[in-house]
């Protein structure tokens, strides 16, 4: 079966501290996909990164880092100096790939709140 | 912009009487889906559609239809809203192997 499990419920810390996200997937899948997606109060959901299975390298995206550890199963999400505006419900998310279409099979999400 | 938009933002409804959210694309994604997030969860999925070829997940209620009448659109149908089924509805499309997930920006039903 596929899960996607974000043991963290809450997090909270003040401005400029870093932050870890932590994200543990199952599947049986060889060929997956790895999102996270922030969703601020507004409710849309924006697309912070995806991981293809195949590519372990980590990603620094400006205060944004992912950590991707096939041999663990996780995908964690590092924020440097969070700011006010990173406060968000932050989901990572497994996509299985089969041939009509991938499922995005969602964690239950970490809320962050970052005060100033 | 090449986008998925979702119509209305935000929509009130009566208990028992249908409904029915719009979702469009720009996007000539093969793939659509209908997502329902309820308060402090994380989305599920409803349904998806390859082309025209309807997929429902086990388990979706009955009260739940999807309609696609073209690549374009996709329509979510709720039969007979109850209070259990204010939440947001998501959609989403992707190209066909869930690469390029793209999600609209939600419609939140509220029902009284």
């Known amino acids: 079966a596929q899960k996607v499990t974000q043991a963290q419920t809450e997090i909270s810390v003040v401005e400029k501290e870093d932050v870890t996200l932590d994200c543990v997937y199952e599947?049986?899948?060889?060929?997956?996909?790895l999102f996270w997606y922030k969703q601020p109060p507004s409710g849309e959901l924006v697309f912070l990164i995806r991981?293809?299975?195949?590519?372990?390298q980590n990603e620094i995206s400006g205060r944004y880092s992912w950590n991707f550890q096939k041999s663990t199963s996780s995908f964690n999400f590092t924020i440097t100096a969070s700011q006010v505006v990173d406060s968000a419900v932050y989901f990572c998310?497994?996509?299985?790939?089969?041939?009509?279409?991938?499922?995005?099979?969602f964690g239950q999400g970490t809320e962050l709140s970052v005060k100033p | 912009d090449a986008m998925v938009i979702q119509n209305p933002r935000y929509q009130v409804t009566q208990f028992g009487k249908p409904v029915t959210l719009s979702c469009s694309q720009t996007?000539?994604?093969?793939?659509m889906y209908w997502y329902q997030q309820k308060s402090s969860q994380a989305p599920k999925l409803l349904f998806h559609?390859?082309?025209?070829?309807?997929?429902n997940e086990a388990d979706t209620p009955d009260n739940f239809q999807s309609r696609r009448p073209n690549t374009s659109f996709c329509f979510l149908d709720i039969r007979s809203p109850g209070l259990g089924d204010a939440a947001m509805y998501l959609c989403?499309?992707?190209?066909?192997?869930?690469?390029?997930?793209?999600f609209g920006s939600g419609t939140r039903l509220t029902v009284v």
């Open positions: 989403a499309t992707s190209v066909l192997t869930g690469y390029g997930y793209t």
């Open positions: 599947t049986r899948d060889t060929t997956y996909y």
């Open positions: 991981r293809n299975s195949f590519d372990e």
């Open positions: 998310a497994l996509s299985r790939i089969y041939n009509q279409g991938g499922k995005l099979i």
């Open positions: 996007l000539n994604h093969n793939v």
């Open positions: 559609y390859y082309d025209k070829d309807f997929n």
